[in-house]
T-cell receptor, first 111, second 114 residues
């Protein structure tokens, strides 16, 4: 079993739709959680951190459920420019704090 | 300000040749990572440097792969006796000591082994 798992999709949604992605992690000692975004043939870029209490950044909402070991990303009012692959990232406990990357969920927002 | 830079941006080589890929991290960033990404695949961790600590080499796929980081700044990833399955985009990222998890990526080197 992979340490971080995501549904690869693709998710095809119309503009204006609300879409949600989940990501599960297997290591209960994982400390920090992030969503990165990767556009086609581009490098990944940090989208947002995920805090225990949940956090929102404009149309994007991230939540963490430690008991069930998953994080989620909700995108409201989808735009064409949201089309990308969304990568779930988890850090391991300990001083190394190496990031563990999911394989990503592909989103296509259609006109 | 300057971001992470990588060179070359593209590299075509013949099977069996050695290649060197270079990464210039953001100035002051103590952590440096190498990943590779094959077409349509996720990020594969290769190696991680953090300050003066011994690097985490656990992701290197074979002994043909090696990396060094001189003076805590520039890093070079070397692939010896390249194979066709080494063809991928090699991405470098750096982060600061305070926010290790926020990684800034370079544009990558696209390696094609013929």
């Amino acid at each position: 079993r992979k340490e971080v798992e995501q549904d690869p999709g693709p998710f095809n949604v119309p503009e204006g739709a609300t879409v949600a992605f989940n990501c599960t992690y297997s290591n209960s000692a994982s400390q920090s959680f992030f969503w990165y975004r990767q556009d086609c043939r581009k490098e990944p870029k940090l989208l947002m951190s995920v805090y225990s209490s949940g956090n929102e950044d404009g149309r994007f909402t991230a939540q963490l459920n430690r008991a069930s070991q998953y994080i989620s990303l909700l995108i409201r009012d989808s735009k064409l420019s949201d089309s990308a692959t969304y990568l779930c990232v988890v850090t391991r406990a300990g001083n190394n704090r190496k990031l563990i990357w999911g394989l990503g969920t592909s989103l296509a927002v259609n006109p | 300000g300057a971001g992470v830079s990588q060179s070359p941006s593209n590299k075509v080589t013949e099977k069996g040749k050695d290649v060197e890929l270079r990464c210039d991290p953001i100035s002051g960033h103590t952590a440096l990572y190498w990943y590779r990404q094959s077409l349509g695949q996720g990020l594969e961790f290769l190696i991680y440097f953090q300050g003066n600590s011994a690097p985490d080499k656990s992701g290197l796929p074979s002994d043909r792969f090696s990396a060094e980081r001189t003076g805590g700044s520039v890093s070079t990833l070397t692939i010896q006796r390249t194979q066709q399955e080494d063809s991928a985009v090699y991405l470098c990222a750096s982060s600061s000591r305070q926010t290790v998890e926020t990684q800034y990526f370079g544009p990558g080197t696209r390696l094609l082994v013929l």
